[in-house]
């Protein structure tokens, strides 16, 4: 038998799965984004045109939608990647109990992601009993207390961003420790023998060598953050355009089942929109990785 056609064979399995349930609704979604007039009940459309995106583009909810995504993505990308490092880096110096430092940090990643929006809820949120743990912390070095929940928009986002980097650094704590014990240790005999201080030997040998892994984390987490809907929910309930909080994904469905429901076209356009976003800004991190490493 040929062998590109064996190949071909080993393919097609996955091949198959990939088009029945990722190039098939792509393309089905492409073509509900422009469909004007969709009647959801008749499966009907008024003609074929740009209207939902324009629709979309103008619709105050996705505004907002798309303004708190994109302020959750710049503060939690950059901020939980440098964290992360800065305790892998700090994990691989310590030789006593770096085991169970590393299981201590992972546990927040294998735990319930509602669960833990229920404790930070229970933390931050405001009370007839009582203003949270947080507030008495606030209160106990001479603050005043801060509706953090129901509040203003800014405690709310910045609740919102603590909880996302909370969330997500665990599984980047696990690769850059990973990343870091991979590096080869001779690099660092021979630096010392030439007398090379610390800081050096971290910005010129440790860095560049995990710096792939770095751009992996970074692209990563800028496709999760665009993805954004279920941290949320867990802290600000399912009505999230009274709270102020809505997300790109939550809008999509909140089109598709909320109580705005009913409308595919819109949240396909959306959706596309979502998608363009995030391909373009996967597209300039691989380019930029690609120059600099």
Same mark, same amino acid.
Do not use: H
């Given at each position: 038998m040929n062998k590109n056609l064996k190949g071909?064979?080993? @393919?097609?399995?996955? @091949? @198959?799965? #990939?088009?029945? +349930?990722?190039?098939?609704? #792509?393309?089905? /979604?492409?073509?509900?984004?422009?469909?004007?007039?969709?009647?959801? $009940? %008749?499966?009907?459309?008024?003609?074929?045109? @740009?209207?939902?995106?324009?629709? *979309? !583009?103008r619709d105050p909810y996705f505004i907002q939608a798309l303004k708190n995504t994109f302020i959750i993505v710049i503060i939690t990308v950059p901020v939980s990647t440098g964290l992360a490092l800065v305790i892998a880096y700090l994990l691989s110096l310590i030789k006593p109990l770096r085991d169970f430092f590393q299981t201590v940090y992972f546990l927040p990643y294998v735990t319930n992601t509602l669960a833990v929006g229920l404790v930070f809820m229970i933390l931050f949120k405001k009370t007839p009993y009582s203003d949270g743990l947080i507030n008495v912390l606030i209160n106990a070095f001479g603050g005043s207390s801060v509706d953090f929940i129901d509040g203003p928009y800014a405690a709310k986002m910045f609740v919102m961003c603590f909880y996302t980097i909370w969330v997500v650094l665990p599984f980047k704590i696990l690769i850059l420790t990973s990343a870091l014990a991979s590096v080869d240790p001779n690099y660092y005999k021979a630096a010392k023998v030439d007398g090379t201080g610390s800081f050096r030997i971290f910005f010129r040998i440790t860095l560049p060598m995990i710096s792939p892994m770095i751009f992996?984390?970074? =692209?990563?987490? +800028?496709?999760?953050?665009?993805? $954004?809907?279920?941290?949320? /929910?867990? !802290?600000?309930?399912?009505? #999230?355009? %009274?709270?102020?909080?809505?997300? =790109? *994904?939550?809008?999509?469905?909140?089109?598709?089942?909320?109580?705005?429901?009913?409308?595919?076209?819109?949240?396909?356009?959306a959706a596309l929109i979502l998608f363009i976003i995030v391909l373009t800004i996967t597209c300039i991190n691989l380019l930029i990785s690609k120059r600099k490493y």
């Amino acid at each position: 038998m040929n062998k590109n056609l064996k190949g071909f064979l080993y @393919l097609l399995p996955a @091949l @198959l799965f #990939l088009s029945v +349930f990722m190039i098939y609704p #792509l393309i089905d /979604v492409l073509i509900y984004s422009f469909e004007e007039g969709y009647n959801f $009940a %008749s499966q009907t459309y008024k003609g074929i045109g @740009l209207y939902n995106y324009f629709y *979309v !583009l103008r619709d105050p909810y996705f505004i907002q939608a798309l303004k708190n995504t994109f302020i959750i993505v710049i503060i939690t990308v950059p901020v939980s990647t440098g964290l992360a490092l800065v305790i892998a880096y700090l994990l691989s110096l310590i030789k006593p109990l770096r085991d169970f430092f590393q299981t201590v940090y992972f546990l927040p990643y294998v735990t319930n992601t509602l669960a833990v929006g229920l404790v930070f809820m229970i933390l931050f949120k405001k009370t007839p009993y009582s203003d949270g743990l947080i507030n008495v912390l606030i209160n106990a070095f001479g603050g005043s207390s801060v509706d953090f929940i129901d509040g203003p928009y800014a405690a709310k986002m910045f609740v919102m961003c603590f909880y996302t980097i909370w969330v997500v650094l665990p599984f980047k704590i696990l690769i850059l420790t990973s990343a870091l014990a991979s590096v080869d240790p001779n690099y660092y005999k021979a630096a010392k023998v030439d007398g090379t201080g610390s800081f050096r030997i971290f910005f010129r040998i440790t860095l560049p060598m995990i710096s792939p892994m770095i751009f992996y984390l970074i =692209i990563t987490g +800028f496709i999760g953050a665009f993805k $954004a809907y279920s941290d949320e /929910v867990a !802290l600000f309930g399912t009505d #999230l355009n %009274s709270a102020g909080m809505n997300t =790109i *994904v939550g809008y999509i469905y909140d089109m598709l089942y909320g109580d705005s429901g009913g409308y595919p076209s819109y949240a396909a356009a959306a959706a596309l929109i979502l998608f363009i976003i995030v391909l373009t800004i996967t597209c300039i991190n691989l380019l930029i990785s690609k120059r600099k490493y």
